[in-house]
Nanobody, 127 residues
């Protein structure tokens, strides 16, 4: 199973962007999907999770600005990013992750080990 992120681009501070995570198989409806962000020279941090029940969880840095949605028939999870800030700049990746992460009080800190990382998508927030 592979997940590929796409839809990144250049956006001005305060702007919006929606990135997509598409799975190669019908897994979006039965697995939790996590989004990660890797800034230049920084660790790959977990920023958002959505589980099969539709529960979501967000890092404090993006709470209230980012939102997740899933479209099982399309095997796709979307990350809507509003009120973007320069510190949101980075490569965004998605991956399958534990469903429980969507309902715990605070997202677990990394690093998180995965056997495979799909293609990420670059998001640049700059004027």
């Amino acid at each position: 199973v592979q997940l590929q992120a796409s839809g990144g681009g250049l956006v001005q501070p305060g702007g919006s962007l929606r990135v997509s995570c598409v799975a190669s198989g019908s897994i979006v409806g039965i697995n939790a999907v996590c989004w990660y962000r890797e800034g230049s020279g920084k660790a790959r941090d977990l920023v958002a999770v959505i589980n099969p029940s539709g529960n979501t969880n967000y890092a404090d840095s993006v709470k209230g600005r980012f939102s997740l949605s899933r479209h099982n028939a399309e095997n796709t999870v979307y990350l809507q990013m509003n009120s973007l800030k320069p510190e949101d700049t980075g490569v965004y990746y998605c991956n399958i992750c534990p469903p429980s992460w969507a309902t715990i009080d605070k997202l677990p800190s990394g690093p998180h080990e995965y056997d495979y990382w799909g293609q990420g998508t670059q998001v640049t927030v700059s004027s």
